[in-house]
């Protein structure tokens, strides 16, 4: 089992930044891909950025340019800075782990950017 704990959300204004840290804990040796994924509401989980164990990064076309996925395997941790924020980032994000095929997700953090 591996367990995700969120942290860093909260209300922003627009053109503002946030960093979300998710820590990894239990069962974490061959963890693979980290990510993070968003639900706004009355909406789907959608991805938000992926980043493997050697680093290779994948980004959502809507966030390119203003967010930036970062992992420090000694520390078993994500990051996640988000800069420019927009109305349309308002969602509960939430952290991914993939290890030996299965994903194991956190319970969220919320995410309101609004003036």
């Known amino acids: 089992q591996v367990q995700l704990v969120e942290s860093g959300g909260g209300l922003v204004q627009p053109g503002g930044s946030l960093r979300l840290s998710c820590a990894a804990s239990?069962?974490?040796?061959?963890?693979?891909?980290m990510g993070w994924y968003r639900q706004a509401l009355g909406k789907g989980r959608e991805l938000v950025a992926t980043?493997?164990?050697?680093?290779?990064?994948n980004y959502a076309d809507t966030v390119k340019g203003r967010f930036t996925i970062s992992r420090d395997n000694a520390e078993n941790t994500v990051l996640l800075q988000m800069n420019s924020l927009e109305p349309e980032d308002t969602a509960v994000y939430y952290c991914d782990a993939e290890r030996l095929g299965m994903n194991y997700w956190g319970k969220g953090t919320p995410v309101t950017v609004s003036s």
């Open positions: 980043i493997t164990k050697i680093g290779r990064t």
């Open positions: 239990g069962s974490i040796f061959s963890i693979n891909t």
